[in-house]
Structure formats: structure tokens, C-alpha cells
């Protein structure tokens, strides 16, 4: 699968680095604000082996058309901002190309137009794409549907300079059916992201939680969304959606088998 990639911060480059590792994925170009590393490869900047073009341009040099008449793509990963969709997202929806927001919190009016784009190809939207915080929620929101009655708190922890509530907390706030104000928030150090939800019985308690050890964990989450978006009709899908079936495997492995060539995460490298 050919992969575009807009935004190239920290997790950006995180995530390049994941796909470029992948057989599964070819990077083909980024696309970033400045153009400071224009014409550079994503391989050489960050150091890394690859056989995958990776090129590295700015919003300025060409038009999403231009661009994607030029170095056509399967895939669109966007690591940007919610503003990123007004370069790329129609032209990627004109051609059918798969669009993958990974973006961490839309205003309604965007998060609107990202959807009405899901008429035109298969569009996914992930405010935080590891699979290990979308296990955290699913297996949340069973637990509650199971025990309604308990006291739940959301605790979420991030570096010392981060100002505002994570957006991760925020969705899984929503995701419970809990208010805003019951999210704990600490800020520390060099904090990645660490969610824990927490489960008051009465006469036990339940800790589900989560930690980013690396950026690189975003890079696991593209793959396995990329892997099972492949296939898919036209649609907006949630990592909610794709994981679901996994929680059935006993059911349906049968047709699981069917997609799946080898495990998900041995597309991980080479």
C-alpha cells in the first residue's frame, strides 16, 4: 500500500519511521508546513535504511491535485491538524484514495466534513490510533454494561508542559458516559500518555490502563488500520470498528482467515 503522510512533528516522524520498517506500507512522500526540509528524503533525515521514496515536501510546492496526479497514493495518513483537511481531503476522496485522521480533536463543523467525505471513499478517524487505548476502551465500556452500578474514575497522565485535558481522556470520558470534570489530570516530566480507568466494586477494584512507551506506538496503530481498512466499502469507520471483530475470533476466525494473510503485527517489519 502506497502511504502519503501529512504532518511531520514528533509523532509524524514517529510513525514514518514504523512505515518505513513495514512490508506492508511504502512511503512514499510527507507533506509539512515548513519547507525546511523540502526535497530531503524521510530515510536520510531520520537516519534509516529504507527502499521507499519518502519524500519530503511543503504545503507550499504543490496543490493536493497536483500532488496526488504526480505521486499517486493508496492511502492518506494525516498526523497534522484539524485544518489539514482543506489541502488534501477532497482531491483524496475524488481519486478513492483511503483517508486515515489520526488528528486528536475535530470541531463538529470539520469532524462533519470529514465524514460526508466517507460517501466518496473509506475514511477513518482515530483521536488516538493505538490499539492499546482503543482495547482500554472497548473493554471499558463492556465492563460498565456489565457492572452499571460502579464508581469509575479516568486518571490520564502527560508531560510537565502540556496545558490542556487530554483529548484521549476526553473521548473516553464520552466513551463512559461520564462528565469532563471527572478526569484526573497529572503532569509530570517527560510523560508520553498514560490512561488508566479505574473500576470502584464494592468489594474489589478493576484498573484498566495504558501507557505510550514511544511515539512509534501511533506507527502500530496506522498499520493495523491500514491493514483492515484495505478491503472495506466506502464508509466512515472508527478503531472501534475494526477491532470489534477480534473480540469474536472463536466465531468468526473462519472468516477472519479470509483477510488475514499472517498476524496483523508481523506486518510490522521486514
Not at 65 to 86: C, H, K, R, Y
Not at 107 to 112: D, G, S
Not at 141 to 160: N, S, V
Request: charged fraction near 20%.
Amino acid at each position: 500500500m502506497r502511504v502519503g503522510l501529512i504532518g511531520f512533528g514528533k509523532t509524524g516522524r514517529a510513525v514514518a519511521s514504523v512505515l518505513l520498517d513495514s512490508e506492508l506500507t511504502q512511503l512514499q512522500w510527507v507533506i509539512r508546513q515548513s519547507s525546511l526540509l523540502e526535497h530531503r528524503t524521510v530515510s536520510e533525515y531520520l537516519g534509516q535504511k529504507s527502499g521507499d521514496l519518502g519524500m519530503i515536501y511543503s504545503k507550499t510546492e504543490f496543490t493536493a491535485a497536483e500532488l496526488l496526479d504526480q505521486f499517486p497514493v493508496d492511502v492518506i495518513v494525516d498526523f497534522s491538524g484539524e485544518t489539514g483537511l482543506d489541502y488534501y481531503a477532497q482531491e483524496a476522496a475524488q481519486r478513492g484514495v483511503i483517508i486515515i485522521s489520526a488528528v486528536s480533536q475535530y470541531q463538529p463543523e470539520n469532524l462533519a466534513k470529514l465524514k460526508q467525505l466517507a460517501s466518496q471513499t473509506v475514511v477513518m478517524h482515530s483521536p488516538n490510533i493505538t490499539i492499546g487505548i482503543n482495547f482500554l476502551m472497548i473493554s471499558a465500556k463492556i465492563l460498565k454494561t456489565i457492572a452499571p452500578y460502579t464508581d469509575i474514575e479516568i486518571i490520564e497522565e502527560h508531560f510537565k508542559m502540556k496545558p490542556e485535558v487530554s483529548g484521549t481522556a476526553k473521548v473516553i470520558a464520552k466513551q463512559l458516559d461520564l462528565p469532563e470534570s471527572q478526569i484526573k489530570t497529572i503532569r509530570a516530566g517527560g510523560i508520553i500518555g498514560t490512561h488508566e480507568i479505574l473500576f470502584g466494586f464494592p468489594f474489589q477494584t478493576v484498573r484498566l490502563k495504558h501507557e505510550s512507551i514511544s511515539r512509534e506506538a501511533f506507527g502500530s496503530g496506522i498499520l493495523f488500520a491500514v491493514k483492515q481498512l484495505q478491503n472495506k466499502s466506502k464508509g466512515f469507520y472508527s478503531m472501534e470498528d475494526l477491532m470489534l471483530p477480534f473480540f469474536h475470533l472463536k466465531d468468526d476466525e473462519e472468516e477472519l482467515a479470509k483477510t488475514q494473510t499472517k498476524p496483523w503485527w508481523k506486518f510490522w517489519a521486514n
